[in-house]
């Protein structure tokens, strides 16, 4: 996409871009979107302490898509990655494998040698499901009835090279 540039450093005002991102995309339940928020309010708080990590694009300085991703606490080098989306408006362009790709690259770079994510099996998510798949990863494991009835918590892999 033309004109997008990428960033790994939060900034105060993606605490409103994630919001917009996340309450967007259609994908997330009202009670989701306080904890995408609380993670960047966190790191913006503690730094890398925090243990979240960002990418961000942008397009003429407004943030369009993103991923949130950390180490998993006691695994050497396994990371998961607990957001990413992309505001409806710019869905179907190519940022987010952009930003996925960005993210890789980043874990990468902290040491991380696989990445984990976690998404539901109902019919809604069939197209992140297609996405995480026509990029590389794999389904680990299906636990079933997980968020709900006849809603299972699918989990997907990825090594890194």
Do not use: H
């Not at 996925?100 to 990468?108: N, R, V, W, Y």
């Amino acid at each position: 996409m033309q004109g997008l540039t990428i960033r790994t450093e939060p900034v105060s005002k993606d605490i409103e871009s994630i919001r917009n991102i996340v309450s967007s995309s259609g994908f997330f339940q009202d009670y989701e979107i306080p904890v995408a928020i609380e993670l960047v309010e966190e790191r913006l708080e503690k730094g890398e302490a925090s243990g979240y990590f960002f990418v961000f694009a942008e397009v003429n300085g407004e943030t369009i898509s993103y991923a949130c991703f950390g180490p998993i606490p006691c695994t050497k080098n396994s990371y998961d990655l607990y957001w990413i989306a992309t505001r409806n408006d710019f869905r179907g362009n190519g940022v987010g494998k952009v930003v996925l790709k960005e993210a890789e690259k980043e874990i990468k770079r902290l040491g991380g040698r696989a990445i984990y994510i976690e998404t539901s099996s109902k019919p809604l998510y069939k197209p992140t499901q297609k996405f995480y798949l026509d990029n590389g990863y794999r389904i680990e494991a299906i636990l079933k009835d997980f968020y709900d009835l006849n809603d299972d918590k699918l989990i997907f892999t990825k090594q890194l090279d």
